[in-house]
């Protein structure tokens, strides 16, 4: 069973670009859990999300940033205009129900010149 | 406000000395705690939960209800155990971590 996949690992985008970030969890896993990491900080819960639904988005920025799971395929993590500030470690975990143990991809860094 | 404490940055100990590495969370009904582990440049991993009461690679974390505490701890470190270490606790009927800020533990030889 291959682990949580994230891809890119690495992303650059210019000041006012979009980012997307894409998250494929485990094999059977229905739950997917975004996180950011910005430099010298832990890691800060963003979006909880189940096939085709948003169950907690109380960590996400409510402008610019949106989070999908679709029925078939990854979840996605949008991020429109980004500026600076959005530079950091995006990481993807997943769980086959919760309450249950998540299980974490490699992270993609975005960076914003 | 939902909070969990690493009050250290960096701990630096020699090979077999004991470890701790110390958590602190904000109280609220029943706490679901955890370590993660992450080696260098490897992905963010389980340690262990406190549910299980299980000990992983010599690491015990007792949870320590009147302290709001669940610090991680091991009697003899090795150079393998050099990593970064997170404490988290999960709210929301496990839906979602708020993590410590982290430890990142050197061993030295």
């Known amino acids: 069973n291959a682990g949580v996949m994230q891809n890119p690992r690495h992303l650059v985008r210019r000041r006012g670009q979009e980012a997307r970030l894409r998250c494929s969890p485990m094999k059977g896993h229905s739950h997917v859990y975004w996180y950011r990491q910005l430099p010298e900080e832990g890691l800060k819960f963003m979006v909880y999300l189940q096939k085709e639904n948003i169950i907690d988005e109380s960590g996400m920025p409510k402008e610019r940033f949106s989070a999908e799971f679709p029925k078939e395929g990854p979840s996605i993590l949008r991020i429109q205009q980004v500026v600076r500030g959005d530079s950091a470690a995006y990481f993807c975990?997943?769980?086959?129900?919760?309450?249950?143990?998540?299980?974490f991809g490699p992270g993609t860094r975005l960076t914003v010149l | 406000a939902q909070r969990v404490t690493q009050p250290e940055k960096l701990l630096s100990v020699f090979k077999g000395a004991p470890v701790e590495l110390k958590c602190n969370y904000s109280y609220s009904g029943s706490p679901e705690l955890f370590w993660y582990v992450q080696y260098s440049r490897q992905r963010l991993q389980l340690l262990l939960r406190h549910i299980s009461r299980e000990s992983i690679k010599g690491f015990t974390a007792d949870l320590n209800k009147g302290e709001t505490s669940f610090h991680l701890k091991k009697p003899f470190a090795q150079e393998e155990d050099s990593a970064m270490y997170y404490c988290a606790r999960a709210y929301n009927q496990g839906g979602k971590l708020i993590f410590g800020q982290g430890t990142e533990l050197s061993v030295k030889p």
């Open positions: 975990a997943s769980s086959p129900s919760t309450p249950s143990t998540q299980y």
